[in-house]
Structures are given as structure tokens and as C-alpha cells.
């Protein structure tokens, strides 16, 4: 019988409490794992955990947090439908990109997480967990809204980082805010079909229509 994936995570949340595997951990008040349905089609991926996520030990859930619950609730998702997590678990200091290193050390545990959800699209939130996930150098610019081949039919989407959407604010149409509520009616479509019985192949396919 298939192990039950709440078990797994724990485990998983168990081992990254207790990691000391690259400098971030002497800078820690708390371990910010993920958090959201072990079950969704869909789990979004941000760069690292900043001051408030360092406090309180949630992904997402300082003012770029919140603008992500705002764009998520303009194609009516709510936070707990899909899975939230970092690339890296503890908060880099001054709240800098982590190191590649850092990302290096930290990624058995983004990917174990990956495995027990096995979801069918990965958003990367921002350049860092795009690259992360993508290698190569494609900009946010060029890659954000698009769909991506990643591993055992798992797909990439980009979307930029809230808190760079929080430093260019306008909403004109064409600016990456218009540009994010657009991608993010696109990931509805794509959940939607995906929750209706669609493969991802399909799915994709509805929400360009
Ligand atoms: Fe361990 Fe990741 Fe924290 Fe580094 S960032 S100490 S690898 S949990």
C-alpha cells in the first residue's frame, strides 16, 4: 500500500527542522517547509522565506504573501487549495537570493516534496525558482505565462515574484501586474480541466483557447 503523503511530508518537515546543512541555518528563528494540499494539481515555488516567514515559520505570508492570497483569490483559488513552499527553507539574511550553493544543499528537500505531491504543474514563482527547476537563462520577461517541459510529465509555469510586482506597481495593460492576474486566470483554466479529468496536455490546450 502507497505510503499516506501527510506522513511523508511530516518527515520531510521533521528532517528540514533539523537541517544544518548550509549557513542559513545559524540566521533561522524558524524552518519555513511549505504548506497546503498534498493533493493539488498545482504547487507554487518562491525563492526563499523572508522576515515574516522566518517568524512565524509560513511560506508567503509577509506583504508579498498577502499580494500572492490577492492574485490567487482574483481567479478564486484559496491558499490552502494548492501547495506553497520555497526553494530554500531557512531565510537568507537581509533577505538576498540564496547562494547556488545554498540552493544546491536545500534541494533533495523541494524535490522530495515535489515527489509526494506529484503535481502536474510547478508555478516558479520569480527567476530564482525558475532557474532552480529550469537550468538555462530564459528572463521572467520572456518565460513568465508560458509552459514549460520539466521531468516525468511535470510542467513548469512562470509567473514573476510578488514582491517584484510590489516594487512596479502599475496595472496598465501590458505591465507585469496586468501581465500576473492574466497568467494566474490561465493556471484557473488549466486546474480547472486538470480537476475535470483532462491530462496536463489538454488542460493546457483549454486554457489558450
Ligand atoms: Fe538546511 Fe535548507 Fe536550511 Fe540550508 S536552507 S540549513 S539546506 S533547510
Redesign the pocket.
Known amino acids: 500500500m502507497p505510503m499516506d503523503k501527510n506522513v511523508l511530508m511530516r518527515e520531510v518537515e521533521e528532517r528540514?527542522a533539523k537541517?544544518?546543512?548550509?549557513?542559513?541555518?545559524t540566521g533561522?528563528t524558524n524552518?519555513v517547509p511549505g504548506e497546503g494540499s498534498l493533493d493539488s494539481p498545482i504547487i507554487f515555488v518562491g525563492e526563499?522565506p523572508g522576515e515574516e516567514e522566518d517568524l512565524t515559520g509560513r511560506p508567503f505570508v509577509g506583504k508579498a504573501g498577502r499580494l500572492l492570497d490577492k492574485i490567487l483569490e482574483s481567479a478564486g483559488f484559496k491558499r490552502e487549495d494548492v501547495y506553497i513552499a520555497n526553494v530554500?527553507?531557512?531565510r537568507p539574511p537581509g533577505n538576498r537570493a540564496?547562494k547556488p550553493e545554498?540552493q544546491r544543499?536545500?534541494s533533495h528537500?523541494l524535490l522530495a516534496q515535489v515527489a509526494i505531491i506529484d503535481p502536474k504543474v510547478i508555478v516558479c514563482l520569480g527567476g530564482t525558482a525558475f532557474s532552480f527547476f529550469n537550468g538555462g537563462n530564459i528572463s521572467m520577461k520572456e518565460a513568465r505565462g508560458k509552459f514549460f517541459d520539466w521531468k516525468a510529465g511535470i510542467k513548469l509555469f512562470a509567473m514573476y515574484h510578488p514582491s517584484y510586482l510590489l516594487r512596479v506597481p502599475s496595472k496598465a495593460p501590458g505591465s507585469p501586474k496586468y501581465q500576473t492576474w492574466e497568467d494566474i486566470r490561465k493556471l484557473r483554466k488549466v486546474y480547472d480541466a486538470l480537476k475535470n479529468g483532462k491530462n496536463i496536455e489538454e488542460a493546457i490546450e483549454e486554457s489558450e483557447i
Open positions: 528540514i537541517c544544518k546543512a548550509c549557513p542559513l541555518h533561522r524552518v526563499g530554500v527553507k531557512c540564496p545554498e544543499a536545500c528537500f
